[in-house]
């Protein structure tokens, strides 16, 4: 134990080039990274139980306190004993503040520096969403790890109104910091500023000024470029503390984490495994397969031979489409639970890689994470 | 093993009353009577994984050889193993042929002695399914019991109608015993009838003259009410032989067993479970809870105190509640996942109330078992 009990400690194991690989200890648990959080905005990881979730390997989830705060209601969950007790999860969580939500849902009615004002659904009312509101919901769904309040910025995105949201979010960092009450909860800043490489620096260089737990880069997976994506990486990452995680927000397909752990990013969340698997999507090593494809109706394979989940175990891509097919509630079941199990797989290999040196032949191994053209 | 291998052995442990506890031995494994088979129409129990159902302390269930074949065709299962090899589950099955929904389901365009011309669905090209089909099928789908093709009629029903019904049923019964190779499979007839004392007693008489491995009674859970079902099982059960298991189909509210325990049914199968739990329902011993009542909305206890299904050990109504009101998958999954459970605790405490000789006073413990009223 450090001298100063902390919410979080952090130590990196093992680099390749600028990649690492760490230990994320946090009050709920330990995150070996690279790590992958499947996503479970509303308390739950959309068709998965909390047994099927931890024999995917997932070590940490993440969740939406802005969501959450409209249904069920954060003090109901903080009644329930918080969202491990809530949901039955007792690994570590994140809450994602709601910042993407509010800006890139319909239901933002005006910005100021005070905050936002949204129309909370489903009840269609008002209301005004604070940096310190956003800070004390997340402290009563009593996640491992919170997040600041951020303005998002779409892609593409004025010079103008990147350099609004930068400031803003800056504000409203200080904001978060002050009203967190610390404890056994960690903070993340998060950095934004679009596509303009001065705005990334100047957040990045203020936020890490700031005493946060760790820091993320925020304003991606909004339809850029993957090589836009990764510059913005390049210009943010090493900027951010050396000895504190860095995450990269709602990112991404296989390439497109390899291409951000190979720059120094250690966690990310993405709804892909999951949103994808519902529409029939199934990841393995050398792609994607699309179960619904008629040339799968005979096929009695696995959908991968060496995967461990439980689905690979059971069933053929055979019954998978013909269960897709039917609308069969089962198919987005085993098709999220193999996607999940999948990416924690894969990040897994990225770990190992990093740790003997061979991060640069990962693609051998996993073909689908190597980009075969250039850029997305 | 007897001097000819059967497909089915058949021994009634106890009684109590006319209420029989027995063993059901099958190809794939060994069935207490009375059983509840849970229903997965298209070789799926909705949302429910195989390793869940067998949680549940299912035995045997029920699928449909009739919307197998429309999909994903009947002969694409036997490529994959059968339906046991398709869908995974390595115990006993029972395949409906389809009677049912041909002529409660609006595809049906014509009928004669010779058969059905139905619409198969979802190609919309006509058919004509014969009892020589429905028994082909149903062997290609390799159930350990298969049941005729039968005419069900509705409720209510004219004279005229059941007396075609009752003719047509016997000679398609006739024509499936013809029709169906024995080997390792049961075939099981089913006496149709409508609410004619006659025209029931009249079709089980003949039916058990004929070699059927058991008899099931069709024609009920059409919407009648729960005394003329009654009259129904206690026109025919007594005709049929004692020495094979009684099979009521489609049957149904946990009262509906009782009484048709009592009065000598062995086998039942119903879709409420998953149906009703996909819509909020959870069936307790004290009767139904509709979880998306508000009364629920902080209610920090499971569905049921001393139920071992996962969502009973895991998660709280409250929880559940807020998955049924957000429409989270996981919401439908774990309500049929404790419904499924719960018909399989009432059956087994039916069962051993047999055994003990106390089925009179079953309502004490189960009161959602019991009639408070008078019928329905």
């Given amino acids: ?101 509010v800006f890139s849902l319909a239901d933002m009615l005006e910005v100021s520096d005070e905050g936002v004002v949204v129309r909370t659904q489903p009840s269609g009312r008002k209301m005004l969403f604070t940096p310190e509101e956003a800070t004390r919901m997340q402290q009563q769904l009593g996640a491992d790890v919170a997040m600041v309040l951020d303005e998002c910025t779409p892609y593409p995105c004025s010079r103008e109104r990147a350099e609004v949201a930068v400031e803003r979010t800056l504000l409203w960092a200080r904001r978060c910091l002050g009203a967190h009450g610390g404890g056994d909860q960690a903070l993340y800043g998060i950095v934004q500023g679009a596509y303009e490489e001065d705005l990334r620096r100047r957040c990045a260089e203020e936020l890490a000024g700031m005493s946060f737990d760790a820091y993320a880069i925020g304003g991606v997976s909004v339809g850029e470029p993957a090589d836009l994506r990764n510059r913005v990486i390049d210009w943010t990452a090493p ?95 085993l098709l999220s639970l193999h996607n999940v199990t999948f990416y924690q797989r894969l990040t897994a290999a990225m770990r190992e890689g990093i740790r003997s040196g061979t991060l640069s032949g990962f693609g051998r191994q996993w073909p689908c994470a190597e980009r075969t053209g250039g850029g997305a």
Same sequence: chains 1, 2.
């Fill in 239 to 333: 900027l951010l503390p050396q000895d504190r995680p860095r995450y990269l927000m709602g990112v991404g397909l296989p390439a497109d984490l390899l291409d951000a752990v190979r720059r120094g990013i250690d966690l990310f969340d993405c709804v892909l495994p999951t949103r994808n698997g519902r529409n029939g999507w199934a990841f393995t090593r050398n792609g994607v397969i699309r179960i619904r494809n008629s040339r799968y109706r005979k096929d009695m394979r696995p959908v991968e031979e060496d995967c461990p989940c439980w689905a690979c175990r059971n069933v053929s891509r055979a019954y998978l489409r013909h269960l897709m097919a039917c609308r069969e509630m089962l198919g987005p079941v």
């Fill in 1 to 101: 134990m450090p001298e100063h009990a902390t919410p979080q400690e952090f130590s990196i194991l093992a680099t390749d080039g600028r990649a690492r690989a760490g230990r994320l200890r946090l009050p709920h648990g330990t995150v070996e990274t690279p790590a992958f959080m499947p996503v479970g905005t509303l308390g739950t990881v959309r068709g998965l139980t909390i047994d099927q979730l931890r024999s995917t390997g997932a070590q940490m989830l993440l969740c939406n306190a802005y969501h959450l705060a409209a249904r069920p209601g954060t003090e109901l969950v903080a009644e329930a004993g918080g969202l491990h007790g809530f949901m039955g999860w007792d690994g570590p969580i994140l809450t994602d503040s709601g910042g993407y939500q």
